[in-house]
C-alpha cells in the first residue's frame, strides 16, 4: 500500500487543521491506521492508532479529548482532525499502515508510511 499525507500548513494556536492520509494499491480496512509526528531534533512520537475494524481507538494522552482518528472506507483515506492546536503540536506529521488487527503506538510495528506532512502552529 501508497500513502499520502496532506493537509498540514500554519495555524493559530486554538485554531484547527484536519490532516489526510490517502491510500492506494490496496484498502485500508485491512490494515491498522496510525498517526506519528516528529518535531525537530525529537524522536517520532506517537499520535493515535485505530483497529482493522475501526472498533478500538487509542489515543497519546498528549492529544487526547483534541485530535480524532477517522476514516472514509469508500475514498480509502484516514483522516486525523486537530483542535485546539498548541504551539507544541508543531511537527511533521506521518500516517502509516501496520499488517494486524490491534492498534498499537510502537512505531517499528508499522510496515508503510506516508511522506509526511509539515504542521506549524504560531503562538
Known amino acids: 500500500v501508497q500513502l499520502q499525507a496532506s493537509g498540514g500548513g500554519l495555524v493559530q494556536a486554538g485554531g484547527s487543521l484536519r490532516l489526510s492520509c490517502a491510500a492506494s494499491?490496496?484498502?485500508?480496512?485491512?490494515?491498522?491506521m496510525g498517526w506519528f509526528r516528529q518535531a525537530p531534533g525529537k524522536e517520532r512520537e506517537f499520535v493515535a492508532s485505530?483497529?482493522?475494524?475501526?472498533?478500538?481507538?487509542y489515543y497519546a494522552d498528549s492529544v487526547k479529548g483534541r485530535f480524532t482518528t477517522s476514516r472514509d472506507n469508500a475514498k480509502n483515506t484516514v483522516y486525523l482532525q486537530m483542535n485546539s492546536l498548541k504551539p507544541e503540536d508543531t511537527a511533521v506529521y506521518y500516517c502509516?499502515?501496520?499488517?494486524?488487527?490491534?492498534?498499537?503506538?510502537?512505531?517499528?510495528?508499522?510496515?508503510?508510511w506516508g511522506q509526511g506532512t509539515q504542521v506549524t502552529v504560531s503562538s
Open positions: 502509516a499502515a501496520r499488517n494486524g488487527i490491534s492498534p498499537t503506538s510502537e512505531y517499528s510495528q508499522y510496515d508503510y
Open positions: 494499491g490496496r484498502t485500508i480496512s485491512s490494515y491498522v
Open positions: 485505530k483497529s482493522r475494524s475501526g472498533g478500538s481507538i
